[in-house]
């Protein structure tokens, strides 16, 4: 079935750039879109951003000054860039896959997007 | 702050149904969908589209929503739902995804 596997440096110092990338196996990363999410410890999940498959991207407001994504094709790998971090960019963060679809009923049309594949996710600490 | 509410916490007898919400003006456009993770796990999905679910997810889980507010219910639950469970969509502009905070339920 589809994995995801992030990758990187589970330390990173502060005002440095942390990047990661998702190799993602039995699956074409040019199909879907792509998705990071990152979780500090005992808090909730943030979305980061999305790539869809023809490299549009779209970011979280809140962190959009500091984050890029990107698509390695020939690898079947994205990848995220967060850059200038400080210590609450310390979070396990998680790859996904994200699939979309849009219904009809009586109560009227709706999209909908979901992620079914997830990495096992990857512990990045931001320290010097 | 996020555009998704949800119950910080719900409690459960074995065996018994509950049924949790997620609250938010994109939700009248956009179907949620719920994930389950468990301590040191990475999050599960459990329910997307119209109360669909994913191959492996036991039926005792379903999902439904109405005028803004989405429900995951879990129909006799078990020992290993106790869980965090997020609902997820797009914001109001459409363009990103947003998580609520999560609602954990604990099984008694």
């Known amino acids: 079935q589809v994995q995801l596997q992030e990758s990187g440096p589970g330390l990173v110092k502060p005002s440095e750039t942390l990047s990661l990338t998702c190799s993602v196996s039995?699956?074409?990363?040019?199909?879907?879109?792509w998705i990071w999410i990152r979780q500090p410890a005992g808090k909730g999940l943030e979305w980061i951003g999305r790539?869809?498959?023809?490299?549009?991207?779209n970011y979280n407001p809140s962190l959009q000054s500091r984050v890029s994504m990107s698509v390695d094709t020939s690898k079947n790998q994205f990848s995220l860039n967060l850059n200038s971090v400080t210590a609450a960019d310390t979070a396990v963060y998680y790859c996904?896959?994200?699939?979309?679809?849009?219904?009809?009923?009586?109560?009227?049309?709706?999209?909908?997007?979901?992620?079914?594949?997830w990495g096992k996710g990857t512990s990045v600490a931001v320290s010097s | 702050s996020s555009d998704l509410t949800q119950d910080p916490a719900v409690s459960v007898a074995l065996g018994q149904t509950v049924r949790i919400t997620c609250q938010g003006d994109s939700l009248k456009t956009y179907l949620a969908s719920w994930y389950q993770q468990k301590p040191g796990q990475a999050p599960v999905l459990v329910i997307f589209g119209k109360n669909r679910r994913p191959s492996g997810i036991p039926d005792r889980f379903s999902g439904s929503t109405s005028r803004g507010t989405a429900f995951l219910t879990i129909t006799g639950a078990q020992a290993e739902d106790e869980a965090d469970y997020y609902c997820?969509?797009?914001?109001?502009?459409?363009?990103?995804?947003?998580f609520g905070a999560g609602t954990k339920i604990v099984v008694l």
């Open positions: 996904a896959r994200e699939r979309s679809g849009a219904v009809s009923g009586s109560d009227g049309h709706y999209y909908y997007y979901y992620m079914d594949v």
């Open positions: 790539i869809s498959t023809n490299g549009i991207t």
């Open positions: 997820n969509s797009r914001d109001s502009s459409g363009d990103h995804g947003v």
């Open positions: 039995h699956a074409s990363i040019n199909t879907d879109s």
